[in-house]
């Protein structure tokens, strides 16, 4: 972004694991609910109670190391991280931090150039989420929802080797991806299940040390993380130019205004007097377990991109965005299955057709209104002929209007292509006939008129003549 | 008959009620009048249940007579006002806490009640459990039943001058660092802190969460083995309680002491100990000789490092536990405050007591960061060595034996101006905390007209062999059958 510095950036990604209830409590962890209908006494941090692990969340952050090529501790450690908040109702944070329970990992992204790179992953620690502040609309009062209390969160912290924040949003897709494909997480940015903080310093190319970083708090969408380290990129860059330093400090993106502002200095910063929570003990994985868990993962992305390139033929950025979600290319793969035609033709439409009509009536591709079996019985029809390209953007849609399979759209239509020579000869020659001052010009030399015939050919024949065979009769007819 | 009803222990009383020699009614109401009557000089209870109780008896009553019941049918108890009891205040002695009532039980009281017992009320104790008199507590101190000018011990004070006083036949208690076995030794009672993660502790205000266990405070081994078989074992809902066979602990009270290995500490007897006090457990450790037992001298090397090594964890970790108490939820809440950091500052300084904040305070300082190191992390290395010493004595002998508390009863002010006098009070009792071990102290005879413990600790779930040790000891000696004359 910039000839004379180098940007450095790391992500501490904070993301809620799909678990019924909640870290250290049998309270629903359901999002949505009227507040502190979801709190029990443990989440509410009452006099005498204790917490107990809930087991789901241990194997879901080994499943997740083990898909990052990470070490899974066979001893981690729940400590406690002290400070007082109104929603934080222990006056305490349970979360891991001199023993997490996964450690050195990586997963790989295209950087700029459009090479591999390699993302270390320091770690990832299991902790509890605090509870939500509410200062609207209370007058003086600030209120306090505690359904998100005791929510369990695996905190992901990665290396500081992303160098754009391109690059970052790029790594942060990749764990979005890999969570989800786990089933670890559903990954929902708006209901906060999946967001980052984001380290980011700047320092002259060639430099060693790190330069002084800043903070950025809770970025809650992929588009924001991208923005906002941009432009603290630009602020820090600017600042060192003008003569200033950067100062350490936590700063909160503000996404109406497009812009970072200082939350608080590292002087104002806590001392979270971290300690080892005594009322839980270490968490012991076998190794026999991890193993089980290594069994039982699915295929992930990265290896399902690369199959689908070897199996499917397909465009490598193709097999990219296929396999980002789980679920897509699930129904990639279904319809290939049912389909007689290139798989790279199906693809085509799972990501040009499908994916306009999903984002146009913001629907997951769950929720598609033609299942993968009836897309490829579309793209069959396009492949044998029965209908053009053309046509079949005419039948997709009567297809998402719930008109049917494309057959029973192409028949009740009568959307059929002209196939047969005969047929499409006597267009051609009627036109001929119809238009003889084009066809003259035509024929001394203004070439430029095929298309003239082609459309008007088409017109008769309500778009269905074959348009490779309209080609080549005109051609012949015209002679030259 | 009836009119002496208050003297029985636990076990008679089970006799007599199966016997139909009287109600578990007759004998709640009597108590309840005891513990009136008392309530002027002595200041055990912070709450009496009094209605529920009766409902409690009558239930209690019906149950016997119908053929059912649970092992502590209409036997009466108290609680220390530590455990959570619901729809009852739960004050921990506290002002922060003066008006929390808890919405629910405590696994140790849901067992009681669960088993038949009933509930007389909740006894006055030391604020939070921080202290060794009772002076701490918000509702003033409570007083000996064997010299009203005298401490009847801390932090289960309540509960150990109810049980000397004859108020109840036994108290729940919880021990931190000898909050139940100095308490009882100052009273004439027995006290038994089982094994860490032998009792739940669920529905126990925290104090130090690694070292607090409940236990119970009676007049008698037999009794408090009766009271463990019931509270002790498995709760899903503590993480530190321990999946452990339950023993029946009352059947394995008889057996003489012959071939029982006594340990004794050398330094147990060393300059700190009040010489009348020394007699009288020397006297014992020749009972429990003539018993057949033989007398080992063991070595705990780093024993004079367990009274340090306790007042940085135990505070660093209720620093932590007492966290929640913000003014937010529950508890006290400062009036008008003017902005977030007024509520906590106001709410927390009126709530708290000197002592509690003190710990706070040493808590908050040994985390710190550029400190933990030097403190919280170098006294748990001493607490692994001081368990390591008591695993190599226990490779030699069966229990260790001592004196429970350097002193008899002190008086009532005497050393609330000097909190290190006071903290070494526990000298004999911490140890047991820190290595997570079972200890009893039992009556073993007086200093000064005022009544002497003996300490008796075992290696990890050997409560069965101190119960056994206390209750072969009973047999021969009359010292836990005392009464304080103004109470007979």
């Known amino acids: 972004m910039n000839r004379n510095w180098q940007v450095v950036i790391g992500l501490e990604i904070h993301t809620q694991l799909a678990t019924r209830s909640k870290i250290f ?16 006494l443990v989440d509410l941090g009452y006099p005498g109670v204790l917490p107990v692990l809930n087991g789901e969340v241990v194997r879901m952050a080994c499943k997740f190391g083990l898909a990052v090529n990470a070490s899974i501790a066979r001893r981690s450690v729940f400590a406690r991280k002290n400070y007082f908040y109104p929603d934080l109702p222990k006056g305490y944070q349970i979360s891991q931090y001199e023993l997490p329970i996964v450690e050195h990992g990586e997963l790989f992204i295209q950087d700029d150039d459009g090479n591999e790179k390699r993302i270390g992953i320091t770690r990832a620690h299991l902790e509890e989420d605090a509870g939500k502040s509410i200062h609207e609309g209370l007058d003086q009062y600030s209120g306090i929802d505690l359904n998100r209390a ?35 997480s559903d ?6 299940s999946f967001r980052c903080d984001a380290n980011v310093s700047v320092r002259p190319r060639g430099q060693q ?146 994916s306009a009509a999903l984002n146009r009536d913001s629907l997951d591709i769950g929720d598609s209104k033609i299942p993968a079996s009836e897309l490829a019985g579309l793209v069959d029809r396009i492949a044998d002929s029965t209908i053009s390209g053309k046509i079949a953007k005419e039948v997709f849609e009567a297809m998402w209007a719930g008109e049917g399979s494309a057959d029973a759209v192409i028949a009740s239509r009568g959307l059929q292509q002209i196939t047969d020579d005969s047929a499409i000869e006597a267009v051609v020659d009627a036109v001929i006939a119809a238009n003889p001052s084009q066809v003259a010009e035509y024929r001394s030399g203004k070439d430029k008129l095929f298309g003239f015939f082609v459309g008007k050919v088409m017109q008769q024949t309500g778009g269905k003549a074959n348009p490779g065979q309209v080609n080549a009769i005109l051609k012949a007819r015209l002679g030259k | ?134 002076e701490t507590s918000f509702f003033g101190p409570v007083r000996n039943p064997w010299d009203l000018e005298r401490t009847p011990g801390g932090s289960s004070g309540g509960s150990s001058a109810a049980v000397a006083a004859r108020l109840a036949p036994a108290a729940t208690g919880t021990d931190t660092g000898g909050s139940i076995r100095q308490p009882a030794a100052l009273t004439g009672t027995v006290g038994l802190k089982p094994t860490y993660g032998r009792v739940s502790r669920y529905g126990m205000i925290a104090f130090a969460s690694s070292l607090d266990q409940a236990g119970v405070i009676t007049r008698s081994a037999e009794d408090a ?99 929640r108490f913000d003014g937010v939820r529950f508890g006290h809440r400062a009036a008008d405050p003017k902005d977030l950091f007024d509520l906590y500052c106001r709410s927390r300084g009126e709530g708290f007591g000197a002592e509690v904040k003190r710990r706070i305070m040493t808590g908050t300082y040994v985390l710190s960061a550029g400190y933990y190191d030097a ?114």
């Open chain 2, 225 to 323: 083995a009766l009271l463990l078989g019931v509270m002790a074992g498995f709760d899903a809902r503590d993480s530190t309680c321990i999946d452990h066979p339950v023993p029946d602990y009352v059947a394995q009270l008889s057996g003489s002491l012959k071939g029982l290995r006594v340990g004794i500490v050398r330094q147990h007897f060393d300059a700190g100990l009040d010489a009348n006090t020394a007699l009288a457990v020397k006297a014992a450790l020749d009972v429990l000789k003539a018993q057949g037992a033989t007398l080992t001298e063991v070595d705990l090397p780093n024993l004079d490092l367990s009274v340090p090594t306790y007042y940085v964890v135990a505070p660093a970790e209720c620093s932590s536990n007492l966290s």
């Open chain 1, 150 to 184: 005791g929510t369990p969160l695996l905190e992901i912290v990665s290396e500081p080797d992303l160098r754009s924040a391109k690059e970052a949003v790029a790594y942060m897709r990749k764990i979005h991806s890999i969570v989800r494909y786990l089933g670890i």
């Open chain 1, 187 to 192: 990954g929902n940015m708006q209901e906060g």
């Open chain 1, 25 to 40: 409590s049998g309270a629903s962890t359901s999002y949505g609910a009227a507040p502190n209908t979801q709190a029990c």
């Open chain 2, 1 to 134: 008959m009836t009119a002496e009803l208050h003297l029985l222990t636990l076990t008679q009383i089970a006799a007599g009620l199966r016997q139909s020699e009287f109600s578990a009614l007759e004998l709640t109401e009597l108590l309840l009048r005891r513990i009136e009557a008392s309530d002027q000089s002595l200041n055990a209870f912070i709450t009496v249940t009094a209605e529920q109780a009766m409902q409690a008896a009558k239930r209690a009553d019906a149950e016997r007579v119908a053929g059912r019941g649970g092992v502590l049918n209409g036997l009466p108890l108290v609680h220390k006002d530590i455990f959570c009891t619901r729809d009852v205040l739960t004050s921990c002695g506290s002002h922060m806490l003066d008006n929390f009532v808890a919405p629910y039980d405590a696994t140790v009281v849901e067992r009681f009640a669960n088993a038949g017992a009933v509930m007389l009320g909740k006894t006055n104790m030391d604020e939070f459990a921080m202290g060794s008199s009772n």
């Open chain 1, 209 to 354: 040390v790190l330069g002084t970083r800043t903070e950025l708090k809770n970025l809650n969408s992929f588009r924001f993380v991208e923005k906002a380290i941009n432009y603290e990129v630009q602020r820090q860059i600017e600042l060192i130019e003008d003569g200033g330093s950067v100062r350490q400090e936590t700063r909160l993106y503000d996404a109406d205004k497009d812009e970072t502002r200082s939350m608080r200095s590292k002087e104002e910063a806590n001392d979270y007097r971290y300690f080892p929570d005594p009322d839980l003990l270490p968490v012991e994985i076998e190794p026999a377990v991890v193993e089980q868990l290594r069994a039982s993962l699915p295929e992930l992305p990265g290896a399902k991109k690369q199959r689908f390139v070897r199996e499917y033929e397909l465009k490598n950025d193709d097999a990219d965005i296929l396999t980002a979600s789980r679920a897509l290319a699930d129904y990639f793969e279904a319809a290939v299955a049912s389909s007689s035609a290139q798989a790279q033709a199906v693809a085509n439409w799972v990501l040009g057709d499908l």
């Open chain 2, 375 to 488: 403190y919280y992390l170098k006294a748990q290395q001493v607490r692994q060595l001081i368990a390591e010493d008591f695993r190599k004595a226990f490779s030699e002998v069966d229990v260790i034996a001592g004196p429970t508390a350097p002193t008899p009863a002190f008086r009532l002010g005497d050393k609330t101006d000097d909190p290190i006098t006071m903290y070494l009070n526990d000298i004999y009792t911490i140890g047991a905390n820190l290595a997570g071990l079972p200890a009893i102290s039992t009556p073993c005879g007086f200093a000064d007209g005022l009544p002497v413990g003996l300490h008796l600790v075992g290696p990890h779930w050997g409560e069965a062999a101190v119960l056994r040790c206390a209750h072969q000891y009973q047999l021969q000696t009359d010292w836990h059958l005392a009464c304080p004359e103004a109470f007979r």
